[in-house]
């Protein structure tokens, strides 16, 4: 893995390079940049500042995003299968028809996001804040099939949790 800046990626990126597969970055700043179809597949992105960032079409699969900030970030149709969102700030983000299968969102903050048409297949929520979500009038394409749901806040502020089975 390569150790590279913030700044040496989006010098990068505006000159049309957009593979940066496995690179280390820590508590680096995107805000308010564009980085839509950039590969990040792998990528140490630790602590990193993406608000408000144009992330469309990215591919953060595999990729350490703990703790990352991406308050008001567009990540539609963005690629986060397998990703570690554990506590991310996603507060206001568009994850419309965001691929995030299997990632790791448990204490994220989602609230506020659109998360219509997104796969969350497989994907940890538990301890996630879903509050006030915008799951679009096409909430049933959110895969939620063996979604973790322990203690994640819905979007209309109910608390899931696990029912125990009554035995008669």
Same mark, same amino acid.
């Not at 900030?69 to 969102?85: C, E, H, S, T, V």
């Given at each position: 893995?390569?150790?590279?800046?913030?700044?040496?990626?989006?010098?990068?990126?505006?000159?049309?390079?957009?593979?940066?597969?496995?690179?280390?970055?820590?508590?680096?700043?995107?805000?308010?940049?564009?980085?839509?179809?950039?590969?990040? =597949? !792998? $990528?140490? &992105?630790? @602590?990193?500042?993406?608000? %408000? #960032?144009? *992330?469309?079409?990215? /591919?953060?699969?595999?990729? +350490?995003?703990?703790?990352?900030?991406?308050?008001?970030?567009?990540?539609?149709?963005?690629?986060?299968?397998?990703?570690?969102?554990?506590?991310?700030?996603?507060?206001?983000?568009?994850?419309?028809?965001?691929?995030?299968?299997?990632?790791?969102? =448990? !204490? $994220?903050? &989602?609230? @506020?996001?659109?998360?219509? %048409? #997104?796969? *969350?297949?497989?994907? /940890?929520?538990?301890?996630? +804040?879903?509050?006030?979500?915008?799951?679009?009038?096409?909430?049933?394409?959110?895969?939620?099939?063996?979604?973790?749901?322990?203690?994640?806040?819905?979007?209309?502020?109910?608390?899931?949790?696990?029912?125990?089975?009554?035995?008669?």
């Amino acid at each position: 893995m390569k150790t590279k800046t913030a700044e040496d990626i989006l010098r990068q990126y505006k000159t049309g390079y957009r593979e940066f597969k496995g690179i280390i970055v820590t508590e680096g700043n995107f805000s308010n940049n564009r980085l839509s179809r950039a590969v990040f =597949e !792998g $990528a140490s &992105l630790k @602590g990193c500042q993406f608000e %408000g #960032a144009i *992330l469309q079409h990215t /591919n953060f699969s595999a990729a +350490n995003l703990r703790q990352a900030n991406f308050r008001r970030a567009n990540l539609a149709k963005a690629d986060l299968r397998g990703a570690d969102l554990r506590g991310a700030q996603m507060r206001s983000v568009d994850l419309s028809s965001a691929d995030l299968r299997w990632a790791n969102l =448990e !204490g $994220a903050d &989602l609230s @506020g996001s659109i998360i219509a %048409g #997104a796969n *969350l297949d497989g994907a /940890n929520l538990k301890d996630a +804040n879903l509050k006030n979500t915008n799951p679009g009038k096409w909430w049933w394409k959110a895969n939620l099939q063996e979604a973790k749901l322990e203690n994640t806040i819905l979007p209309d502020g109910t608390v899931f949790s696990q029912v125990e089975a009554k035995t008669k």
